[in-house]
């Protein structure tokens, strides 16, 4: 749903499964065309940092590993003069979250192994690393101070509470159980995470030399970065909600500045709404940033670009004429424009910001390294020069790392060659949707099998995207690979709610959705059924989260799909909003009222309501400890379609949170299998 936040590393990996692992089998050829086992020979380049003088770039590169299942990241160096690529860090942790000195000769990054995750500094020149210090807790958010003498960071400081009672006298040796969890924290699990750890997030300053971190913020409130120093270096600005309402408000927060030397907190916007990502102007005037107004709690709003001066006077707007939502700006060298990336009809673009307003797109093709469903998204950053890199995108293969330089874009690596080119890939084309509800156009996609001849007819899946305030694009998709490859023609799109196509076209399904939405979806599948090698006797239709929702929606609204796959789904929406760990804003942001105040709204909008309708075989997907729409979600539709005696099985994935259903290789693979077994039963 709108409410996750995935990392790299979770959003990488690929799938789903407690239907079993994907089986080895002894084969007489490589197979040309794209199967589950292929899962975890692929990789993706993410993070990408330019070394300040513009001359290198360090990312991140994340390779799915056999042994392990799961992906693991590596910091690598391509030179930008001769196109070399280097391993930065060589040991068996998982190195990440790479960040370069101001002049260019460290990089502090982030390792995880059996200690936990530690910040690092290396001395490129020497290859030498060193630990900065022994955290009790993951650091996150890393900034160099000015003068490259300090880090600061984000991290957890512990605070499990008082206990209603004390604890019983336990006698030496004794083996009792484990002891009450007494919850009284507002948030106190995430998906992901589970429950989470108790205490609050704060910022923290280091030596880049080593030492011994100290805490600058203070107070049962979690500090938020992005973070970055202010011009100086006196100050460390981050984002956080301070009211005393904070917990039930996470729309929330305002930018603040800490400084150094004695923790003083000065506030420096004051609006309805989040503001975050702060960055500072070359010659410190000046303050980026991005947020949105948030005083109508629509389900969406588009994030704009702001600009203050340094003591947050003089705010104003840049984006206001863009009808869409921009991300992560970073400064011009010149300090005349700001960077960002926005998302257009599914297709993510980097442009350049004047400070007049004016808006000038750079390139597209940025694109994000989960694999499994073509969701939009992707990561960039700038050098001298106005060289950008950033995570390349396409439908034939996974994220690559990209310049653009001179007007002109470079791929830099081909991570995927040796795999990849030895298969029959899908191919992917844009397919042109009108809506038979108002005739609004709807972005879509058709995937074609290998060895496609459009003079057959092949059976169709429509795979729906979730959020529903996101994205798909034309960007690689695993999923959609081995749907194809097992004879699919496979179609995805972007109906109303969906982002990228401005503010209107997103907030058609605010207070009202699902609903023509509906009419979207059945207008894309007729489409490709219009294109002539549809069979139109033999459509499925899967989806995941919000996707999962439309699916049962649709099964209970028509019967012109063979079988259904329900994947995370939302069944009954008075139960959701109050079992979600998104709670404190769901029932406000997307239906205004709660459960208890508008018992009938909730009813007519949750797909258990039209359970009654339902003869389309279903089968039901879940991650075991998916927080996001809880397994009682699921389990509510299994039972349901097992008393109304419509054919329906269901798949519980273990371990598997909701935004980590994909993150597996293994499960992700045996995912796709069972939903395609699924679909060949009712073949």
Do not use: C
């Not at 929330?252 to 309805?272: I, K, M, S």
């Amino acid at each position: 749903m709108r409410l996750a936040v995935l990392a790299a590393v979770a959003s990488f990996g690929v799938a789903l499964g407690a239907v079993g692992p994907v089986a080895a089998q002894v084969a007489e050829a490589p197979s040309k065309t794209f199967g589950p086992a292929d899962l975890f020979g692929l990789q993706a380049a993410s993070d990408p940092q330019v070394r300040p003088d513009g001359g290198a770039v360090a990312y991140v590169r994340l390779r799915n590993d056999i042994m392990t299942d799961r992906a693991q990241p590596s910091i690598w160096l391509a030179d930008l003069s001769t196109g070399a690529q280097t391993p930065l860090v060589v040991d068996e942790a998982a190195n990440m979250s790479p960040r370069w000195s101001p002049d260019g000769t460290r990089l502090a990054y982030v390792a995880a192994g059996p200690s936990g995750a530690q910040l690092y500094v290396r001395w490129v020149a020497t290859g030498r690393s060193a630990k900065v210090a022994s955290l009790e807790q993951a650091p996150n958010d890393i900034a160099w101070s000015p003068d490259g003498k300090t880090l600061a960071f984000t991290m957890l400081i512990a605070d499990p509470g008082k206990p209603l009672a004390p604890p019983l006298p336990k006698p030496d040796g004794a083996k009792w159980a484990e002891p009450l969890r007494v919850i009284d924290r507002v948030t106190y699990r995430a998906d992901g995470e589970g429950l989470i750890k108790l205490g609050y997030h704060h910022i923290f300053v280091v030596s880049a030399d080593g030492g011994q971190p100290r805490q600058l913020t203070f107070g049962k409130f979690d500090d938020a970065g992005p973070i970055a120093f202010s011009h100086d270096g006196k100050g460390v600005l981050f984002s956080t909600n301070r009211s005393a309402n904070w917990e039930r408000d996470p729309e929330e927060a305002e930018l603040y500045r800490v400084d150094v030397a004695d923790g003083a907190l000065a506030r420096l916007t004051n609006r309805v709404g989040p503001d975050f990502a702060p960055a500072v102007s070359p010659d410190g005037s000046k303050i980026a940033y991005v947020g949105f107004d948030n005083a109508r709690h629509r389900g969406y709003e588009n994030q704009r670009l702001y600009v203050m001066d340094a003591d947050g006077r003089n705010g104003r707007v840049l984006t206001g004429g863009l009808d869409r939502s921009v991300a992560a700006p970073v400064w011009a060298a010149d300090g005349k424009g700001v960077y960002v990336t926005y998302e257009d009809q599914g297709v993510t673009k980097a442009a350049r910001v004047g400070l007049d307003g004016k808006l000038e797109t750079l390139f597209a093709g940025v694109g994000g390294s989960g694999l499994d469903r073509p969701y939009t998204g992707g990561q960039f950053d700038v050098g001298k020069g106005g060289v950008v890199a950033f995570t390349a995108g396409s439908t034939g293969r996974p994220t690559e790392l990209a310049v653009w330089r001179g007007g002109k874009v470079q791929i830099l690596t081909d991570l995927n060659r040796d795999l990849l080119d030895a298969k029959s890939l899908a191919k992917v084309e844009a397919l042109p949707v009108t809506s038979s509800y108002d005739k609004k156009p709807i972005g879509a996609w058709i995937v074609t099998p290998p060895g496609f001849d459009p003079s057959k007819k092949y059976p169709l899946i429509l795979e729906i995207h979730g959020g529903p305030f996101s994205a798909y694009g034309p960007t690689f998709s695993t999923d959609d690979q081995l749907y194809a490859a097992a004879g699919y023609v496979v179609v995805y799109s972007n109906p109303r709610g969906s982002t990228s196509y401005g503010e209107a076209f997103a907030n058609e399904i605010d207070r009202n959705y699902p609903s023509h939405d509906f009419d979207d979806l059945m207008s894309v599948v007729d489409a490709a059924i219009a294109k002539g090698f549809v069979d139109p006797q033999h459509l499925y239709v899967t989806g995941g989260s919000g996707g999962g929702v439309l699916t049962a929606w649709i099964v209970g609204k028509t019967d012109r799909f063979r079988a259904a796959a329900t994947q995370k789904p939302v069944i009954n929406w008075a139960s959701e909003v109050l079992t979600t760990d998104g709670y404190t804003s769901m029932a406000q942001d997307w239906f205004g009222k709660m459960p208890w105040e508008d018992p009938q709204g909730y009813w007519a909008r949750s797909p258990l309501s039209l359970v009654g309708n339902v003869k389309t075989p279903t089968l039901v997907v879940v991650g075991e400890e998916d927080n996001r729409t809880p397994p009682s979600e699921a389990e509510q539709y299994f039972a349901a379609l097992q008393l109304r005696g419509v054919p329906t099985t269901l798949v519980r994935v273990p371990g598997a949170s909701h935004g980590g259903i994909a993150a597996r290789p293994s499960q992700s693979g045996a995912k796709a299998q069972a939903i395609l077994a699924w679909f060949a039963r009712y073949r």
